[in-house]
């Protein structure tokens, strides 16, 4: 099994920047791929962004160009770079990683933006 742990959530105003943590730990190998959700209350969990084993990612529209997601493979965590945060995104932000058949989730982290 798979464990994910979030970090990096908090409250920031408008226009300000924040920097998401995931480390995986447990029965870690042949994870692919790793990425970020959220959800806000009242609506259903959203794709945020991505990042497949071989380098593939793909970003939420409504993110596109302000977020970036990256990782560190050797210390098995993914990064989410929220830069020019909007009220929109405020949400509790959810790590997922996928193993074969198996969808592993975070427990979330509060992102509240306020205006």
């Known amino acids: 099994q798979v464990q994910l742990v979030e970090s990096g959530g908090g409250l920031v105003q408008a226009g300000g920047s924040l920097r998401l943590s995931c480390a995986a730990s447990?029965?870690?190998?042949?994870?692919?791929?790793r990425g970020w959700y959220r959800q806000a209350p009242g609506k259903q969990r959203e794709l945020v962004a991505t990042?497949?084993?071989?380098?593939?990612?793909n970003y939420a529209a409504s993110v596109e160009g302000r977020f970036t997601i990256s990782r560190d493979s050797a210390k098995n965590t993914v990064y989410l770079q929220m830069n020019s945060l909007k009220p929109e995104d405020t949400a509790v932000y959810y790590c997922?990683?996928?193993?074969?058949?198996?969808?592993?989730w975070g427990q979330g982290t509060q992102v509240t933006v306020s205006s």
């Open positions: 997922y990683a996928r193993q074969f058949v198996k969808n592993y």
């Open positions: 447990g029965s870690i190998s042949s994870i692919n791929p």
């Open positions: 990042i497949s084993s071989d380098g593939n990612i």
